[in-house]
């Protein structure tokens, strides 16, 4: 089992719709969770982080966190096509010879419709 | 654009080659990890340096190794190129004083191993 599980999708959204990313993870020593974008052939682009459990607003996105159910969520509002690209979630721990790795997701492929 | 640059952009090798990668890190970012990204996956983590030190080491083999200088700049080396090194690797720089989940992404290099 991966430590942390994400659907690949894709999942396809027209402009304007409200779009809801998720992921699961399994181990408990996660404390920090965070959203990267990826377009293609690019490097993934941090869009928020969130420390344990809590909601977190910027602009269009809200990420979310539930640490009783190990869930993670990235919300958008308001869609646009620029928003298509591979959305990655990702965990990490402090402390310990974990201390700075990322783990990923698989990422979901989003494509938003005009 | 996160100021973390990568050189070069696409690399292509043969099987049993060995390849040599750079990475220059953010300005003031003195911490420098390195993933690899297959296709259709969330990037997994080989390791990470701080100080010219190794700081933490995902489950790579002992033939991927690295190096930081003292401008904080990386290097990525693999030696014994196998079909399966065929990725994208991707540098990511982050400030020590700051926790480790603000991780920066370069833009990558495509390694091709034939």
């Known amino acids: 089992q991966k430590e942390v599980e994400q659907d690949p999708g894709p999942l396809s959204v027209p402009e304007g719709a409200i779009v809801s990313l998720n992921c699961t993870y399994s181990?408990?020593?996660?404390?920090?969770f965070m959203w990267y974008r990826q377009y293609s052939r690019k490097g993934p682009e941090l869009l928020m982080y969130?420390?344990?459990?809590g909601n977190k607003e910027d602009g269009r996105f809200t990420a979310q966190v539930d640490k009783s159910s190990k869930y993670i969520s990235l919300f958008i509002r308001d869609s646009q096509p620029s928003d298509s690209a591979t959305y990655l979630c990702?965990?990490?721990?402090?402390?310990?010879?974990?201390?700075?790795?990322?783990?990923f997701g698989q990422g979901t492929i989003l494509t938003v419709h005009p | 654009e996160t100021g973390v640059t990568q050189s070069p952009t696409h690399l292509i090798k043969t099987r049993g080659q060995q390849v040599t990668l750079r990475c220059s890190s953010q300005?003031?970012?003195?911490?420098v990890s390195w993933y690899q990204q297959a296709l259709g996956q969330g990037p997994q983590f080989i390791f990470q340096y701080y100080r010219e030190e190794e700081n933490g080491r995902g489950n790579f083999p002992p033939r991927f190794s690295g190096l930081q200088f003292p401008n904080y700049s990386s290097e990525l080396n693999v030696n014994a190129l196998e079909l399966d090194d065929s990725a994208l690797y991707l540098c990511?720089?982050?400030?020590?004083?700051?926790?480790?989940?603000?991780?920066?992404f370069g833009p990558g290099t495509r390694l091709l191993v034939l």
């Open positions: 990511a720089s982050s400030p020590k004083t700051q926790r480790g989940e603000t991780q920066y």
């Open positions: 990702a965990a990490t721990q402090l402390g310990g010879t974990s201390y700075g790795k990322l783990t």
């Open positions: 300005s003031g970012h003195n911490t």
């Open positions: 181990n408990s020593a996660f404390q920090y």
């Open positions: 969130t420390y344990s459990s």
